[in-house]
């Protein structure tokens, strides 16, 4: 049974809870934990035995990679190769529902890319999960709070059911938008769309000046 962290508005109760996250993330336990968009799984990107375990327990393929969630752009640096593209939109957008796709580098572990040569990076703009992310000081590997195939939690209705496959669950009420975010691949020298949500692809041309591809 997981230890849960319902925190409400309460700066003091949101940050025993991000301690208490962040420590479960360096014993490579699975926090469940919220972002604008909807809630994620996630744990220590860097101990691939924990990420085993949270393919494991949220039955995800394991050909299906998962996003990195940061709370710095260093952080981003430290993973990823960054172009000019991906500067501007993390400039304009980020923190925020915003996933940038980037060639990895080596220190990014394989089964976090189901063996690809590319890297999701994600900053969440909630307040809580950063907390939690700098509590933690490390790359989060996380993906959706469900198991695979069912929707994803958005509110704290749906965080009982996700118990047992978490050891912390952070409650921090309804999410921001209830909608996935956008993901962009950066990877040829173009900005491709993967998946539309919060932010268009309109809305990244109007602002960042860059063409986006549609498949």
Avoid at 84 to 104: T, V
Wanted: overall charge neutral.
């Amino acid at each position: 049974m997981a230890v849960r962290f319902k925190t409400g508005k309460s700066i003091s109760s949101m940050r025993r809870a991000a301690e208490a996250a962040g420590q479960a993330l360096r014993q490579g336990k699975l926090v469940l934990f919220p972002t604008e968009t909807v809630y994620g799984i996630g744990c220590d990107a860097m101990n691939p035995d924990a990420v085993a375990l949270l393919y494991e327990r949220k039955r995800r393929p394991r050909e299906k990679a998962l996003l990195l969630h940061l709370h710095s752009f260093a952080q981003a640096e430290s993973a990823a190769f960054l172009n000019d593209d991906a500067r501007r939109l993390m400039d304009l957008f980020c923190p925020g529902p915003l996933s940038l796709i980037l060639p990895k580098k080596e220190i990014v572990p394989e089964i976090v890319t189901a063996g690809g040569s590319t890297v999701g990076l994600r900053f969440p703009s909630n307040e809580l999960f950063r907390m939690i992310s700098e509590s933690f000081g490390g790359c989060i590997a996380a993906t959706s709070a469900n198991i695979s195939g069912m929707p994803s939690a958005k509110d704290s209705g749906a965080l009982k059911e996700l118990e047992e496959i978490a050891d912390v669950v952070i409650d921090g009420g309804p999410c921001q938008y209830s909608f996935e975010s956008t993901i962009v691949s950066l990877t040829d020298g173009s900005c491709r769309m993967i998946r539309e949500g919060v932010i268009s692809a309109r809305k990244i041309e109007e602002e960042a000046g860059i063409c986006v591809i549609s498949d």
